[in-house]
């Protein structure tokens, strides 16, 4: 008899206590519903099983966590910036018909704002800002634009919904950018903001590199704006330096001194962009802006899919019912197509592994219930689940689940042979879903007295 397959060697974070595995319907421990659950190797391909059963819980917080008073963690908006930060991406070149369909596209996802590049920008930028505004989006659409008179009257031309404005205040930015002084800045924002009021339009100023600039400068200028009523004020981490806890605590304290909302531009050049956002809704932010892909200047922003699976771990309900999460990847397609690169193999949600079970260990507690190594569950984002089982990780329950799948009647023993030969294969070459499928075949024509070819 073959020794026991049943598990793969334990790679450290397999610990086997993780949770109770759901035992239903029958010996094999696997329910009908997760016997349809695919198997596939690593090759991929498609596969259209129906969507397993979850227990997942909407809110995954550890229950000895409270959320901060100001929290916006289940009650945040997007403001989606493909069309602006997006556009600073070093591929980027949108005509007038791909900023039409992504506009569309993101419309329909549910952002709650599109960011458009500065119809001061070029002749085309107005053009085409003019075109998305005559769209008729759900989306509000805003436009972003240096803090400046001269931007500011051709954008409320153009019939943008809002306005951003942006204005560097880090001593680099005053000393090597502008050259001018807080006071300079302050009235220069309080005369755009009170400009682009009279229009009726909303208003937003943000500063620039916001980490690297001095505090007292920082809050006197976002009170300043806030006592003329700008819509929101905007934290702009420029360069990508700030850490979770720096954000968090600048935005607390943000939130103590203005009344306006806080929108939140976070660079990714350290990694910190999506636990940055997390961080600035937990202290009260109520803007995160967004990129498809994280697409924008250098490594870019805080990529939209990203802070949908963040917060889906937070609030499923609220980010189930309030965007079209079934729509990402191709959103996200056609973004990636627009400027020619690959999904990620490692993205959040849509990298082609991101729901692949490969170890032996995993695939088993997954096919008895795939909440026990899935916090997302992937058809809520319209994507399949895989169980790698042509590996030398592979183990012979998910072996079985496969042989159940073809049809194929075999005892556990005989099971756990043919998963002895997969992991010997396995050792020797890639091994495809085919080699295991002949391998069950054989053993099942052996099983039955028939002949096995050689
Ligand atoms: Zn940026």
Not at 18 to 29: L, M, Q
Not at 427 to 436: A, C
């Amino acid at each position: 008899m073959a020794p026991s397959t049943s598990d793969a060697p334990p790679c450290p974070d397999c610990a086997p206590s993780e949770g109770p595995i759901r035992h239903v319907n029958g010996s094999n421990g696997v329910d009908s519903t997760h016997q349809a659950i695919p198997t596939n190797v690593a090759s991929g391909g498609a596969n259209s099983a129906p969507a397993p059963t979850s227990n997942v819980p909407s809110k995954f917080l550890m229950p000895f966590m409270n959320r901060d008073l100001n929290s916006n963690v289940a009650n945040f908006k997007i403001i989606e910036s493909t069309l602006r930060e997006g556009e600073q991406f070093a591929n980027a070149f949108f005509d007038t018909e791909t900023k039409i369909k992504i506009a569309k596209a993101l419309d329909a996802f549910g952002v709650d704002c599109i960011e458009l590049t500065s119809p001061a920008a070029s002749e085309q930028s107005r053009k085409d800002c003019e075109a998305i505004c005559k769209l008729g989006l759900k989306a509000k659409v805003i436009t972003h634009i240096r803090c400046h008179m001269d931007d500011a009257r051709i954008a409320v031309e153009t019939g943008v919904d809002g306005v951003d404005v942006v204005m560097g205040t880090s001593k680099f930015l005053r000393e090597y950018s502008h050259g001018k002084d807080m006071t300079y800045i302050t009235k220069k924002a309080v005369e755009v903001i009170d400009f682009v009021k009279s229009k009726g339009i909303e208003i937003r100023f943000s500063t620039e590199d916001s980490f690297r600039s001095d505090i007292v400068d920082l809050l006197s200028i976002y009170q300043a704006v806030d006592k003329v009523g700008v819509h929101r004020v905007g934290i702009a981490d420029t360069i990508g330096i700030a850490n979770p806890r720096q954000v968090y605590e600048l935005v607390k304290l943000l939130r103590s001194v203005v009344s306006c909302d806080i929108e939140v531009h976070l660079h990714n050049d350290t990694g910190c962009a999506i636990a940055n956002a997390y961080c600035a809704l937990e202290a009260g932010a109520t803007h995160i802006d967004t990129s498809v892909l994280g697409i924008g200047e250098r490594n870019g922003i805080t990529p939209l899919g990203a802070l949908m699976a963040r917060m889906y771990t937070e609030d499923r309900e609220y980010v189930m019912g309030k965007y079209n999460l079934k729509m990402l990847r191709q959103v996200e397609e056609l973004v990636a197509d627009a400027v020619q690169i690959q999904i990620p193999f490692n993205n959040y949600v849509t990298g082609y592994c991101a729901f692949t079970h490969k170890a032996g260990i995993h695939a088993k507690a997954i096919l008895a219930n795939p909440s026990t190594y899935e916090v997302l569950r992937p058809e809520d984002f319209g994507m399949t689940r895989y169980v790698n089982i042509g590996s030398r990780l592979t183990g012979w329950n998910a072996v079985k689940s496969r042989a159940e799948q073809l049809g194929l009647t075999l005892s556990d023993d005989q099971i756990k042979d043919v998963t002895q030969k997969i992991k010997a294969l396995a050792d020797v070459r890639e091994t495809q879903l085919e080699d295991v499928d002949n391998l069950l075949s054989s053993a099942h024509q052996a099983a039955n007295g028939q002949k096995v070819a050689a």
